[in-house]
């Protein structure tokens, strides 16, 4: 049988009661490192769950799967997934190469960022489709995220934007040369993605757009390491993201949408400054008289 | 300190190590009751944690949180939510009020419906706003909820539909009389949310209206008790959905807008027969040609 378990966002005891029973019985326990990661590393886990943990990195997963499913006809293999096992493309896939092999597979659910984000105390239900923000290049610099991010806050929503994750990333010229040198990972942090945002508004005005839907002053919150010890919350404007360090990966960020006042409540908890605060409270006039 | 712990989706054991730790050694733990339910009661939690569990129903938490929040300046309590504890405002609720008393608070958090409904193929990420289908009864039979999944659906996004829950309601005769007689509680199934559907889909093609996102043929998926080792995941067309029986609650209906060949494999293999299994390949090849 092959269990995909979900690790949850904090540390090593954010795995379930039922995630831990599989781990430790498990023949093989391979631990996916390339779409998520925790705040403590495999050696941690691998002391916690008093196991060898083997790390499976992309090209393991997507092009060298037999490998992972081998004996699991027979045997339990236990595939670790930071989150939820279903929050990527590459882990349905997986499941789809074990069942035209005929392997049976269970999953154990975990948070994952796409719940856990109501810890900032927007509601859920409020919010539109997700979006992924990209770190720009210098000749790649998509708006994409921009329009999904305005077109969620016209209908109200709210937007979780998920930052970019480099991992075993190579260089253009190692790439070309095919060395497999890879360059140390990089996480987009709240501030850059925030950096990025405000960019495009700006060119969106020079450009003479009308009823853009964010200004340097919208709201955001920007979330670091959701579920951890360390958990870091923090709302305030755009502009002022921009430069805030909210710390070690990984980071989120969100916009708000229309907000109820429960809602306005919960966010004034992680403001950056009164002038935030008095914000919220001015948004807070508006909709008690509108 | 007040924790807030999920509980996950299925039974006893899916809650994490970390929230397990904090149950265990709390002064209290109170488990909220109204607006999920695990397919395990209160008596197998009990014996799985070896304590008392409090159950807090929607007037105990709404009205009488102070007796939740007493002496937790200087005690741990623990509030354990099924499935994530940010799933319902009313839970905001409770920590914006400890808040206000000056208490600190943390959050364990878990699986809920909202990341685990990914084990049905559907990514993530293609899921516009969430939607809650409501009972119909003789005098209220809205239709918001409908509007809400076509306008995913125009946008090509997945529709999860939460279904009602009715826990702890009062017959209007006995509310009139001021009885505390409770009815039994009633969980609305995929089979009667998909025929609410059915019906607004005839009912607009009675009135003419033009471009109607739904039919009666469209595929949907059913999914019952995900998380619990009884789940069971559904992908029929909404009419046979309305006589289809997924067995105890709770339910959920998922209706997807346009999918990937990968979201559609997926989508294959939970198939109620072979004439679903060919209209999900001719949308294959349909998307294949386009």
């Avoid at 403001?271 to 008289?289: F, G, P, Q, W, Y």
Wanted: proline letters at 3%; glycine letters at 6%; aromatic letters at 6%.
């Amino acid at each position: 049988m092959l269990f995909l378990v979900g690790l949850g966002l904090g540390d090593a005891k954010d795995i379930t009661v039922k995630g831990l029973e599989i781990v430790k019985k498990a023949k093989r326990v391979y631990l996916e490192a390339y779409t998520s990661i925790l705040t403590v590393g495999k050696d941690a886990l691998e002391e916690f769950y008093g196991r060898d943990v083997i790390l499976a990195d992309r090209d393991m997963v997507e092009v060298d799967s037999d490998s992972i499913l081998q004996d699991s006809k027979t045997e339990d293999i236990a595939f670790l997934v930071v989150g939820d096992p279903f929050g990527a493309t590459t882990h349905t896939d997986l499941v789809l190469r074990a069942r035209k092999k005929g392997i049976q597979y269970r999953v154990v659910h975990n948070a994952s960022i796409l719940n856990a984000v109501g810890c900032c105390g927007l509601q859920l239900y409020n919010f539109g489709e997700t979006v992924s923000i990209v770190f720009w290049t210098d000749t790649w610099r998509p708006h994409s995220f921009y329009d999904k991010i305005a077109a969620n806050k016209s209908r109200g929503m709210h937007t979780l934007c998920l930052l970019d994750i480099k991992v075993k990333e190579q260089s253009i010229e190692n790439l070309m040369r095919g060395k497999k040198v890879y360059e140390p990972p990089r996480y987009l942090t709240a501030s850059l993605a925030a950096e990025q945002l405000v960019e495009i508004i700006k060119q969106k005005r020079e450009e003479g757009e009308k009823d853009i839907e964010l200004a340097e002053d919208s709201l955001c919150v920007g979330l670091a390491r959701v579920g951890a010890d360390t958990q870091t919350l923090l709302t305030c404007t755009l502009e002022q993201m921009t430069s805030v360090d909210l710390g070690p990966p990984l980071h989120s960020l969100v916009i708000p949408g229309y907000m109820h006042p429960l809602e306005m409540e919960m966010l004034k908890q992680f403001a950056l400054n009164d002038s935030v605060i008095e914000m919220i409270e001015t948004l807070e006039r508006k909709s008690e008289h509108s």
